[in-house]
């Protein structure tokens, strides 16, 4: 079994979409955890605020097996694989980590903006604050400590999770 972990945002129907994806990868994944849901500007362009989070657990699936069915789950859930890289989405599904993995494909582990983007790491620190990044051999929580909070404006919001699984 690999730990994996995986960033969520939405920035259309959000709520919707956040309870789609997380309902998804809680069949995958044993032992499955969820960060708090968080909402944050649009990074890249202008659009919509988005709601990150940051889930995982212990699966079976190979990397390549993980990577192509997050793919899936987006596109089942309206996203569309033509769009350009910074615009609005139902749904974006991005694998941080795999275990201790470090790799460029079928992904790019562990991902590049883990400690670059507040959405990310913010909500991967307060899950595994004491997992240490493969790379940067600083726990999420250390590197969550030292970032620059002036950078992104980022926010924990309630959120209703009825229906969702």
């Known amino acids: 079994m690999a730990q994996i972990f995986i960033s969520v945002g ?3 129907d959000r709520a919707h979409y956040i309870r789609q994806g ?3 990868l809680s069949q995958v994944c044993k032992n499955f955890v969820v960060s708090s849901v968080f909402e944050s500007e649009s990074v890249g362009f ?3 605020n988005f709601y990150n989070l940051v889930c995982g ?3 079976k699936l190979s990397v390549d097996e993980i990577s192509s069915l997050l793919r899936q789950i987006e596109v089942d859930n309206g996203r569309v694989r033509s769009a350009k890289k910074f615009s609005s ?3 974006d599904l991005d694998l941080l980590t795999y275990d201790t993995l470090i790799c460029e494909h079928p992904a790019q582990l562990p991902r590049h903006e883990i400690d670059k983007n507040a959405f990310v790491l913010w909500p991967l ?3 595994v604050p004491l997992a240490v990044h493969p790379v940067l051999q600083q726990s999420y929580g250390q590197l969550w ?3 620059n909070k002036q950078q992104q404006s980022l926010w ?3 959120f209703d999770w009825k229906g969702s699984y």
């Open 125 to 127: 620190a307060q899950i």
């Open 89 to 91: 989405r139902t749904l």
């Open 145 to 147: 400590e030292s970032y």
């Open 156 to 158: 924990i919001i309630e």
């Open 22 to 24: 997380i309902a998804a």
């Open 10 to 12: 939405s920035n259309i």
């Open 46 to 48: 202008d659009g919509s």
């Open 57 to 59: 657990g212990d699966t």
